[in-house]
Protein backbone atom coordinates (compact mmCIF):
# COMPACT_ATOMS: atom_id res chain seq x y z
CA UNK A 1 0.00 0.00 0.00
CA UNK A 2 2.74 2.52 0.65
CA UNK A 3 4.38 1.69 -2.48
CA UNK A 4 1.09 3.09 -4.05
CA UNK A 5 0.68 6.00 -2.22
CA UNK A 6 4.30 7.01 -3.28
CA UNK A 7 3.88 6.51 -6.53
CA UNK A 8 0.42 8.64 -6.86
CA UNK A 9 2.09 11.42 -4.26
CA UNK A 10 4.70 11.50 -7.25
CA UNK A 11 2.18 12.11 -9.80
CA UNK A 12 0.85 14.62 -8.18
CA UNK A 13 4.37 16.36 -7.50
CA UNK A 14 4.68 16.04 -10.95
CA UNK A 15 1.85 18.11 -11.66
CA UNK A 16 2.31 20.76 -9.24
CA UNK A 17 5.99 21.20 -9.94
CA UNK A 18 5.18 22.36 -13.88
CA UNK A 19 3.65 25.75 -12.99
CA UNK A 20 3.90 29.00 -14.42
CA UNK A 21 4.74 32.16 -13.52
CA UNK A 22 1.61 33.92 -11.45
CA UNK A 23 -0.74 35.71 -13.39
CA UNK A 24 -3.42 38.27 -12.30
CA UNK A 25 -6.74 37.02 -9.99
CA UNK A 26 -8.92 37.34 -13.05
CA UNK A 27 -6.86 35.23 -15.25
CA UNK A 28 -6.92 32.05 -13.91
CA UNK A 29 -10.10 29.56 -15.33
CA UNK A 30 -10.63 26.49 -12.68
CA UNK A 31 -13.71 25.08 -14.15
CA UNK A 32 -15.10 23.29 -10.85
CA UNK A 33 -14.41 19.30 -9.90
CA UNK A 34 -13.80 16.68 -11.84
CA UNK A 35 -16.89 15.22 -13.18
CA UNK A 36 -16.79 11.44 -12.99
CA UNK A 37 -19.00 9.04 -11.60
CA UNK A 38 -18.75 6.00 -9.09
CA UNK A 39 -18.61 2.63 -10.58
CA UNK A 40 -18.43 0.25 -7.96
CA UNK A 41 -20.64 -2.95 -8.97
CA UNK A 42 -22.33 -2.27 -6.06
CA UNK A 43 -24.37 1.18 -6.45
CA UNK A 44 -23.26 1.64 -10.39
CA UNK A 45 -26.79 1.57 -11.24
CA UNK A 46 -28.43 4.32 -8.73
CA UNK A 47 -28.13 7.85 -9.08
CA UNK A 48 -24.93 9.21 -8.04
CA UNK A 49 -24.81 13.11 -8.74
CA UNK A 50 -22.31 14.56 -10.81
CA UNK A 51 -20.20 16.85 -9.32
CA UNK A 52 -21.52 20.18 -10.85
CA UNK A 53 -19.48 21.94 -13.55
CA UNK A 54 -18.85 26.13 -12.93
CA UNK A 55 -18.84 27.07 -16.73
CA UNK A 56 -21.44 29.72 -17.45
CA UNK A 57 -22.98 30.16 -20.64
CA UNK A 58 -25.19 32.71 -22.18
CA UNK A 59 -28.82 32.62 -21.85
CA UNK A 60 -30.45 30.30 -24.08
CA UNK A 61 -26.94 28.36 -25.02
CA UNK A 62 -26.72 24.33 -25.31
CA UNK A 63 -23.27 22.51 -23.99
CA UNK A 64 -22.61 19.30 -24.84
CA UNK A 65 -20.82 17.08 -22.51
CA UNK A 66 -19.27 13.63 -23.38
CA UNK A 67 -17.79 11.72 -20.14
CA UNK A 68 -15.83 8.49 -19.84
CA UNK A 69 -14.45 6.01 -17.40
CA UNK A 70 -13.27 2.79 -17.13
CA UNK A 71 -12.29 0.87 -14.06
CA UNK A 72 -11.08 -2.81 -13.35
CA UNK A 73 -12.90 -4.71 -10.07
CA UNK A 74 -11.67 -7.40 -8.32
CA UNK A 75 -13.49 -7.92 -5.16
CA UNK A 76 -14.38 -11.17 -3.08
CA UNK A 77 -15.84 -11.95 0.23
CA UNK A 78 -13.67 -13.65 3.12
CA UNK A 79 -15.42 -16.68 2.86
CA UNK A 80 -15.43 -17.61 -1.42
CA UNK A 81 -11.56 -16.71 -0.79
CA UNK A 82 -11.50 -19.53 1.32
CA UNK A 83 -13.50 -21.39 -0.96
CA UNK A 84 -11.34 -20.59 -3.76
CA UNK A 85 -8.03 -21.69 -1.84
CA UNK A 86 -9.47 -24.51 -0.58
CA UNK A 87 -10.43 -26.18 -4.02
CA UNK A 88 -6.69 -26.12 -5.51
CA UNK A 89 -7.46 -25.50 -9.01
CA UNK A 90 -4.56 -23.26 -10.68
CA UNK A 91 -5.57 -20.06 -12.18
CA UNK A 92 -9.15 -21.67 -13.54
CA UNK A 93 -12.38 -19.45 -14.05
CA UNK A 94 -15.45 -19.75 -11.93
CA UNK A 95 -17.23 -22.93 -12.73
CA UNK A 96 -21.05 -23.61 -12.83
CA UNK A 97 -20.15 -25.76 -10.11
CA UNK A 98 -18.37 -23.02 -8.12
CA UNK A 99 -20.50 -20.74 -8.36
CA UNK A 100 -23.52 -22.90 -7.26
CA UNK A 101 -21.10 -23.69 -4.30
CA UNK A 102 -20.79 -19.94 -3.02
CA UNK A 103 -24.83 -19.07 -3.63
CA UNK A 104 -25.25 -22.01 -1.07
CA UNK A 105 -23.07 -21.63 1.39
CA UNK A 106 -25.40 -20.80 3.77
CA UNK A 107 -24.36 -16.94 4.46
CA UNK A 108 -23.74 -13.96 2.37
CA UNK A 109 -21.18 -14.82 0.25
CA UNK A 110 -19.76 -12.55 -3.16
CA UNK A 111 -17.63 -12.85 -5.96
CA UNK A 112 -16.71 -10.25 -8.94
CA UNK A 113 -14.68 -9.65 -11.66
CA UNK A 114 -14.96 -7.65 -14.27
CA UNK A 115 -13.98 -3.89 -15.90
CA UNK A 116 -16.93 -1.87 -16.35
CA UNK A 117 -16.51 1.08 -19.20
CA UNK A 118 -19.15 4.18 -18.90
CA UNK A 119 -20.05 7.31 -21.80
CA UNK A 120 -21.92 9.62 -20.34
CA UNK A 121 -23.38 12.18 -22.84
CA UNK A 122 -24.51 15.29 -21.43
CA UNK A 123 -26.61 18.17 -23.04
CA UNK A 124 -26.72 21.70 -20.66
CA UNK A 125 -29.50 24.30 -21.61
CA UNK A 126 -29.32 27.54 -19.78
CA UNK A 127 -32.66 29.17 -19.13
CA UNK A 128 -31.89 32.18 -17.43
CA UNK A 129 -29.30 33.92 -15.00
CA UNK A 130 -29.44 31.28 -12.60
CA UNK A 131 -31.11 28.23 -14.08
CA UNK A 132 -29.93 25.58 -15.96
CA UNK A 133 -31.32 22.32 -17.09
CA UNK A 134 -29.49 19.22 -18.03
CA UNK A 135 -30.20 15.47 -19.30
CA UNK A 136 -27.63 12.50 -19.03
CA UNK A 137 -27.73 9.56 -20.93
CA UNK A 138 -25.37 6.82 -19.74
CA UNK A 139 -23.76 4.08 -21.90
CA UNK A 140 -22.60 1.00 -19.61
CA UNK A 141 -20.17 -1.67 -21.01
CA UNK A 142 -19.02 -4.44 -19.91
CA UNK A 143 -14.71 -6.23 -20.51
CA UNK A 144 -12.56 -8.86 -19.85
CA UNK A 145 -9.75 -7.73 -17.63
CA UNK A 146 -7.36 -6.21 -20.23
CA UNK A 147 -6.09 -4.54 -17.11
CA UNK A 148 -5.76 -7.80 -15.20
CA UNK A 149 -2.07 -8.22 -16.52
CA UNK A 150 -1.01 -5.22 -15.73
CA UNK A 151 -2.31 -4.33 -12.10
CA UNK A 152 -0.83 -7.46 -11.74
CA UNK A 153 2.73 -7.02 -12.35
CA UNK A 154 2.36 -3.65 -10.84
CA UNK A 155 1.39 -5.53 -7.49
CA UNK A 156 4.74 -8.04 -8.01
CA UNK A 157 6.80 -4.90 -8.45
CA UNK A 158 5.38 -2.67 -5.46
CA UNK A 159 5.12 -5.89 -3.04
CA UNK A 160 1.08 -5.59 -2.76
CA UNK A 161 -0.46 -9.07 -2.08
CA UNK A 162 -2.70 -9.60 -5.20
CA UNK A 163 -5.98 -9.61 -2.78
CA UNK A 164 -6.86 -13.10 -4.65
CA UNK A 165 -6.27 -12.52 -7.85
CA UNK A 166 -3.68 -15.27 -8.43
CA UNK A 167 -6.37 -18.32 -7.56
CA UNK A 168 -8.63 -17.39 -10.36
CA UNK A 169 -7.90 -17.22 -14.46
CA UNK A 170 -7.13 -13.28 -15.73
CA UNK A 171 -9.38 -11.84 -18.35
CA UNK A 172 -13.00 -13.16 -17.31
CA UNK A 173 -16.00 -11.13 -16.75
CA UNK A 174 -17.76 -13.67 -13.71
CA UNK A 175 -19.91 -12.00 -10.73
CA UNK A 176 -21.33 -14.54 -8.39
CA UNK A 177 -23.17 -12.51 -5.57
CA UNK A 178 -25.45 -13.65 -2.61
CA UNK A 179 -26.50 -11.33 -0.21
CA UNK A 180 -29.46 -10.83 2.23
CA UNK A 181 -31.59 -13.01 0.15
CA UNK A 182 -30.72 -10.67 -3.10
CA UNK A 183 -28.43 -13.15 -5.36
CA UNK A 184 -27.38 -13.62 -9.16
CA UNK A 185 -25.11 -15.47 -11.07
CA UNK A 186 -23.06 -14.02 -14.47
CA UNK A 187 -20.04 -16.33 -15.53
CA UNK A 188 -19.84 -14.71 -19.26
CA UNK A 189 -19.58 -11.70 -20.44
CA UNK A 190 -22.62 -9.82 -20.53
CA UNK A 191 -23.42 -7.47 -23.58
CA UNK A 192 -23.81 -3.76 -22.50
CA UNK A 193 -26.40 -0.92 -23.12
CA UNK A 194 -28.24 2.30 -22.12
CA UNK A 195 -28.77 2.70 -18.22
CA UNK A 196 -31.46 5.38 -17.01
CA UNK A 197 -31.34 8.85 -18.56
CA UNK A 198 -30.75 11.53 -15.91
CA UNK A 199 -32.64 14.95 -15.90
CA UNK A 200 -31.20 17.63 -13.62
CA UNK A 201 -31.95 21.08 -12.50
CA UNK A 202 -29.17 23.33 -11.35
CA UNK A 203 -29.47 26.67 -9.57
CA UNK A 204 -26.44 29.00 -9.30
CA UNK A 205 -26.20 31.93 -7.78
CA UNK A 206 -25.21 34.99 -9.58
CA UNK A 207 -22.31 36.44 -7.20
CA UNK A 208 -20.49 34.76 -5.08
CA UNK A 209 -21.54 34.96 -1.04
CA UNK A 210 -18.86 35.38 1.83
CA UNK A 211 -16.38 34.42 -0.92
CA UNK A 212 -17.93 31.28 -2.05
CA UNK A 213 -19.74 30.17 -5.69
CA UNK A 214 -22.70 28.34 -4.65
CA UNK A 215 -24.43 25.93 -6.67
CA UNK A 216 -27.41 23.81 -5.50
CA UNK A 217 -29.15 20.72 -7.78
CA UNK A 218 -32.29 18.45 -8.03
CA UNK A 219 -31.59 15.30 -10.10
CA UNK A 220 -33.64 12.23 -10.79
CA UNK A 221 -33.05 9.12 -12.57
CA UNK A 222 -35.74 7.41 -14.52
CA UNK A 223 -36.53 3.27 -14.97
CA UNK A 224 -38.04 4.10 -18.33
CA UNK A 225 -37.46 0.65 -19.65
CA UNK A 226 -38.05 -1.61 -16.35
CA UNK A 227 -35.33 -3.79 -14.82
CA UNK A 228 -32.38 -4.77 -16.95
CA UNK A 229 -29.91 -7.06 -15.87
CA UNK A 230 -26.69 -5.25 -15.16
CA UNK A 231 -28.38 -1.80 -16.78
CA UNK A 232 -30.85 -0.57 -14.70
CA UNK A 233 -32.44 -0.87 -11.55
CA UNK A 234 -36.00 -1.01 -12.50
CA UNK A 235 -36.39 1.99 -10.23
CA UNK A 236 -36.30 6.10 -9.92
CA UNK A 237 -34.02 7.09 -7.66
CA UNK A 238 -33.77 11.13 -6.62
CA UNK A 239 -30.92 13.05 -5.12
CA UNK A 240 -29.61 16.69 -4.44
CA UNK A 241 -26.83 18.64 -4.45
CA UNK A 242 -24.89 21.75 -2.75
CA UNK A 243 -21.23 22.40 -4.02
CA UNK A 244 -19.12 25.57 -2.58
CA UNK A 245 -16.40 27.30 -5.04
CA UNK A 246 -13.61 29.26 -3.69
CA UNK A 247 -10.53 30.90 -6.14
CA UNK A 248 -7.92 32.97 -5.18
CA UNK A 249 -5.36 33.44 -7.79
CA UNK A 250 -3.91 29.84 -8.98
CA UNK A 251 -5.79 28.28 -6.35
CA UNK A 252 -9.49 26.81 -6.06
CA UNK A 253 -11.06 24.86 -3.09
CA UNK A 254 -14.22 22.79 -3.77
CA UNK A 255 -17.13 21.05 -1.20
CA UNK A 256 -19.61 19.29 -2.33
CA UNK A 257 -22.33 17.17 -0.68
CA UNK A 258 -25.33 14.57 -1.91
CA UNK A 259 -28.22 13.47 -0.43
CA UNK A 260 -29.91 10.25 -2.75
CA UNK A 261 -33.40 8.86 -2.57
CA UNK A 262 -31.92 5.25 -3.74
CA UNK A 263 -35.15 2.79 -4.38
CA UNK A 264 -33.15 -0.09 -4.40
CA UNK A 265 -31.16 -2.57 -6.72
CA UNK A 266 -30.13 -6.76 -7.72
CA UNK A 267 -27.77 -6.02 -4.62
CA UNK A 268 -30.48 -5.18 -1.97
CA UNK A 269 -33.70 -6.97 -1.20
CA UNK A 270 -36.97 -6.12 -3.35
CA UNK A 271 -38.19 -4.06 -0.24
CA UNK A 272 -35.24 -1.90 0.42
CA UNK A 273 -34.67 2.06 0.01
CA UNK A 274 -32.30 4.21 1.62
CA UNK A 275 -30.90 7.87 1.61
CA UNK A 276 -27.04 8.05 0.54
CA UNK A 277 -24.70 10.35 1.16
CA UNK A 278 -21.89 11.45 -0.72
CA UNK A 279 -19.20 13.91 -0.18
CA UNK A 280 -16.39 15.71 -1.96
CA UNK A 281 -13.23 17.48 -1.60
CA UNK A 282 -11.14 18.82 -4.08
CA UNK A 283 -8.15 21.67 -4.38
CA UNK A 284 -7.29 23.01 -8.07
CA UNK A 285 -3.98 24.43 -8.84
CA UNK A 286 -3.64 26.64 -11.54
CA UNK A 287 -0.18 25.47 -13.96
CA UNK A 288 -1.38 28.25 -16.60
CA UNK A 289 -4.03 30.20 -17.25
CA UNK A 290 -6.69 27.81 -18.71
CA UNK A 291 -4.44 24.65 -17.09
CA UNK A 292 -5.50 22.79 -13.90
CA UNK A 293 -4.26 20.31 -12.22
CA UNK A 294 -6.39 18.71 -9.21
CA UNK A 295 -6.60 16.58 -6.31
CA UNK A 296 -10.41 15.40 -5.44
CA UNK A 297 -11.48 12.72 -2.54
CA UNK A 298 -14.52 11.21 -2.82
CA UNK A 299 -16.31 9.24 0.22
CA UNK A 300 -19.96 7.70 -0.31
CA UNK A 301 -21.60 5.17 1.84
CA UNK A 302 -22.32 1.84 0.32
CA UNK A 303 -25.80 0.58 -0.71
CA UNK A 304 -25.69 -2.52 0.94
CA UNK A 305 -25.38 -2.03 4.71
CA UNK A 306 -26.70 -4.89 8.05
CA UNK A 307 -24.94 -7.56 5.73
CA UNK A 308 -23.69 -9.26 9.08
CA UNK A 309 -21.70 -12.18 6.90
CA UNK A 310 -20.12 -10.23 5.00
CA UNK A 311 -19.06 -6.86 6.62
CA UNK A 312 -16.05 -5.51 4.57
CA UNK A 313 -19.00 -4.45 1.85
CA UNK A 314 -20.88 -2.43 3.96
CA UNK A 315 -18.27 -0.27 4.70
CA UNK A 316 -18.09 3.19 3.04
CA UNK A 317 -16.32 3.46 -0.02
CA UNK A 318 -13.42 5.88 -0.57
CA UNK A 319 -11.29 6.89 -3.24
CA UNK A 320 -9.05 9.14 -4.31
CA UNK A 321 -8.60 11.26 -7.88
CA UNK A 322 -5.52 13.36 -9.32
CA UNK A 323 -6.12 15.10 -12.72
CA UNK A 324 -5.73 17.48 -15.19
CA UNK A 325 -8.08 20.01 -16.84
CA UNK A 326 -7.83 22.55 -19.33
CA UNK A 327 -9.67 25.48 -21.70
CA UNK A 328 -8.99 25.56 -25.33
CA UNK A 329 -11.51 27.97 -26.81
CA UNK A 330 -14.85 26.50 -26.46
CA UNK A 331 -13.68 23.63 -25.70
CA UNK A 332 -12.60 21.73 -21.94
CA UNK A 333 -10.93 18.50 -21.33
CA UNK A 334 -9.92 16.60 -17.97
CA UNK A 335 -8.28 13.58 -17.45
CA UNK A 336 -7.88 11.61 -14.25
CA UNK A 337 -6.68 8.75 -12.71
CA UNK A 338 -8.74 7.06 -9.68
CA UNK A 339 -8.01 4.34 -6.89
CA UNK A 340 -9.56 3.61 -3.82
CA UNK A 341 -7.43 4.23 -0.76
CA UNK A 342 -9.48 1.95 1.84
CA UNK A 343 -12.32 -1.02 1.73
CA UNK A 344 -10.36 -2.87 -0.88
CA UNK A 345 -13.07 -5.86 -0.52
CA UNK A 346 -16.07 -3.16 -2.01
CA UNK A 347 -14.60 -1.00 -4.83
CA UNK A 348 -12.70 -0.94 -7.78
CA UNK A 349 -9.02 -1.34 -8.10
CA UNK A 350 -8.08 1.51 -10.64
CA UNK A 351 -9.80 3.18 -13.31
CA UNK A 352 -9.39 6.50 -15.57
CA UNK A 353 -11.60 9.09 -16.60
CA UNK A 354 -11.83 11.23 -19.57
CA UNK A 355 -13.93 14.34 -20.07
CA UNK A 356 -14.62 16.46 -23.40
CA UNK A 357 -17.35 19.66 -23.08
CA UNK A 358 -18.12 21.95 -26.04
CA UNK A 359 -19.53 25.19 -25.11
CA UNK A 360 -20.68 26.81 -27.45
CA UNK A 361 -21.19 30.67 -26.52
CA UNK A 362 -19.55 31.83 -22.64
CA UNK A 363 -20.82 34.59 -21.26
CA UNK A 364 -18.14 37.38 -20.93
Known sequence: ????????????????????????????????????????????FRLDMLPAHTVDARQDSLAVEVLTAYQNTFVMSDN????????NAVRQPLSQTDADEILNMGRDAYYVDAEVGLIDVVFHKR??????????????????????????SFHNAVGFSQQGRDLV?????QMVYNVRGAHYSQLAQTPGGWGDP??????????????????????????????RFLLST?????????????????????????????????E???????????????YGFGITRNTTAILQAYASRSTVQDAEDVEELTENKYQ?????????GHVQWSLAVTENISNFSNTPDIGAQLGLAYFPVARR
Open 169 to 173: ARDQF
Open 268 to 282: TPADEHQIIPTALFG
Open 198 to 227: VLGLRYSLPEPRYGWDIVFELAAKFAIDGE
Open 320 to 328: LSVGLQQRV
Open 127 to 152: LSTWWTSYLSLPYIGYGRGVLDHTIE
Open 234 to 266: GRDDYGTQLTLQRTWGRHAAYIAGSAVYYAGGP
Open 80 to 87: VREYLEAR
Open 1 to 44: MAGRRSCFALLVICLWGSAAPAADQDEWNHPGLLRGRDLTPFGL
